[in-house]
């Protein structure tokens, strides 16, 4: 995910190292130490997905090759599979705005229908929980519940992007 994370930040403009942490970081969920981009950037320039340029002063700055912006396509494009981590998804959504509209909706309704087959399991082991009255602990079910409401919540705001992307799509 690293590596399509880089590419996706230099599908926006060429950075250097410093910065590709710093914009990894900024996303809000990504902390990446140099001793994971730097290998991450040879590995990407190995495969001829980036190239180093002159940057300011003695720093490389690293942009995007033709074939870089295809492997990045693919990479977004791909359905993910079942085990598609939060991680993974919060980085594909970071770079969604490269997909056209009703792929996209499709990817944000794909997690949907994810999240909502993950709540119905939840709801069934809440229920079987609750009603065992000889192993009731107040804290598991508080985390049941929680984790519950977090992923209802989620849903809803799944279903707000998708509604937003209807209305940019019928605008168009």
Known sequence: MLDFAILG???ERARHGYELKRALGELGFWK???GSLYPALRRLEKRGAIEATAGTGRRKAYRITDSGREIFAT????????????????IRLAFLAHLPTDRRVQVLEGRRVKLSTHLRSAREIFIDARSNTQNQDRYRLALMEHAMATTESDIAWL??????ERRVGSAN
């Open 75 to 90: 990479l977004l494009s791909t359905d993910p599979d079942a085990s598609e981590t939060e991680r993974a998804f919060q």
């Open 32 to 34: 990446v130490s140099f």
């Open 159 to 164: 279903d707000g992007l998708v509604a937003a």
């Open 9 to 11: 930040l230099l599908m």
